[in-house]
C-alpha cells in the first residue's frame, strides 16, 4: 500500500544546529507540504512542492529550507535552530488541489 | 488573508448522543475544497470527510455528515451515535486554488460513557 513516512519521529538537538527532518511518500504524488502544529495555531504551512525542483514559501517559513530533488522525497531543514523552532512536524502529499494524506509527524525539541 | 475559523476550543458529548461542530471560512474563490480531518492521541491526522464547494449535496461517511452553506462560508460536521474512539481534536481546512491547506485552530471532541 502506498504510504507517507516521516523520520525520524522524535529529535532533540540544541540550539544553533543544523537539523534535517525526512518525508518519504510512495503515493507518486506530485504536491507535497511542510507543516508545524503549535498549541492553538492548528497546523501552519511551512515550505510546499509542486514537482521536482519546485519549491515555495508557506506561512511559516523563516528559517526552514526544503529541496526536491525527486517525486518521493521533500526535506525539512533547519538551517540554525532555535527554541521557537520546537515543534510537532507534519509532511503531506497529494496529487492535485484535492485531499491530502499526512506523515506520522515529528516531534522536534531544541534545547 | 483567508481564514478559518473553528469557535468551539472543546465539545463534550454523551455516548450515543450527537454533537456538532462549527466551522466558518473566508474566501474569495469559488472552487475549492474543504475537509474534517480526526487528530487523536497518537497525532495522526485522519481525514474524516470532504466537500467539493462546488456541490450542493452534503458530504455522508457512516456517522459523520456535514452541512455545507456555500454562501454563508459555514461547514459544520455532525457526528452522530457517538462512539468512544470519536475523541479526538477535530480540524476543519479549506484547500486554494493551488492545492494548499489552511486549518483552523481545532475543536476538542469529549466524549462521556
Known amino acids: 500500500d502506498a504510504e507517507i513516512t516521516q523520520s525520524p519521529r522524535h529529535k532533540i538537538t540544541e540550539t544553533g544546529r543544523q537539523v534535517t527532518l525526512a518525508c518519504h511518500q510512495t503515493w507518486n504524488h506530485n504536491n507535497m507540504f511542510w507543516y508545524r502544529q503549535d498549541l492553538g495555531h492548528g497546523l501552519r504551512l511551512i515550505h510546499y512542492?509542486?514537482?521536482?525542483?519546485?519549491?515555495n514559501k508557506g506561512e511559516v517559513s523563516d528559517g526552514y529550507s526544503v529541496s526536491r530533488s525527486n517525486t518521493e522525497d521533500l526535506p525539512l531543514t533547519l538551517e540554525s535552530a532555535a527554541s521557537s523552532q520546537t515543534s510537532v512536524y507534519f509532511c503531506a502529499s497529494s496529487e492535485n488541489a484535492d485531499t491530502q494524506y499526512f506523515g506520522p509527524g515529528t516531534r522536534l525539541t531544541v534545547l | 488573508a483567508q481564514t478559518v475559523t473553528q469557535s468551539q476550543p472543546e465539545m463534550s458529548v454523551q455516548e450515543a448522543e450527537t454533537v456538532t461542530l462549527s466551522c466558518t471560512y473566508d474566501?474569495?474563490?469559488?472552487?475549492?475544497?474543504l475537509f474534517w480531518y480526526k487528530q487523536p492521541p497518537s497525532r495522526q491526522m485522519i481525514l474524516v470527510i470532504r466537500q467539493e464547494a462546488y456541490k450542493q449535496q452534503n458530504a455522508t461517511e457512516n456517522r459523520f455528515s456535514v452541512n455545507f452553506q456555500k454562501a454563508a462560508k459555514s461547514f459544520s460536521l455532525k457526528i452522530s451515535d457517538s462512539q468512544l474512539g470519536d475523541a479526538a481534536m477535530y480540524f476543519c481546512a479549506k484547500t486554494d486554488s493551488w492545492g494548499k491547506l489552511q486549518f483552523g485552530a481545532g475543536t476538542q471532541v469529549v466524549v462521556t460513557p
Open positions: 474566501t474569495s474563490e469559488s472552487d475549492y475544497y
Open positions: 512542492s509542486y514537482g521536482v525542483q519546485d519549491t
